[in-house]
């Protein structure tokens, strides 16, 4: 049988035989294709409670999304601290700003995938 509607199977980019590798949505195929992947920092702090449910949500999101991720403390960078303090959690894509205060992962894959066709 093959795939499912909407759904991609990467058997040999994996290295397992067809009918072994995950399923993955198109969307994330598109991601995949569409070239060099896309850098996600995000600027956070200790004892931000914001900072590290986002942190989490990326970590989780890069389980089934490849994008590279940069996390940065702005702790006792004075020049950090005055750029993004009042606004943490920071995430950026690809030097972008992109949220602040609150990670929606929906809207995150969004906008991965909408700055991967810019």
């Known amino acids: 049988m093959g795939p499912l509607l909407g759904v991609v ?10 009918g072994k590798a995950r399923l993955r949505p198109l969307a994330d195929a598109f991601l995949r ?3 060099p992947l896309k850098l996600v920092t995000v600027y956070y702090a200790e004892a931000c ?10 970590a989780e999101l890069r389980q089934e999304h490849e994008f590279e991720l940069r996390e940065v403390d702005i702790g006792g960078d004075a020049d950090l601290e005055a750029r993004y303090r009042e606004w ?4 950026e894509i690809d030097g ?8 929606d992962a929906a809207a995150f894959l969004r906008r991965l995938g909408a700055q991967s066709r810019a």
């Open 88 to 91: 943490l959690p920071v995430v």
């Open 9 to 18: 199977d990467w058997p040999s980019a994996r290295g397992l035989p067809p």
């Open 49 to 58: 409670h914001l900072c590290e449910g986002a942190r989490a949500t990326l």
């Open 33 to 35: 294709l569409s070239g």
């Open 96 to 103: 972008e700003r992109a949220f602040v205060y609150y990670l």
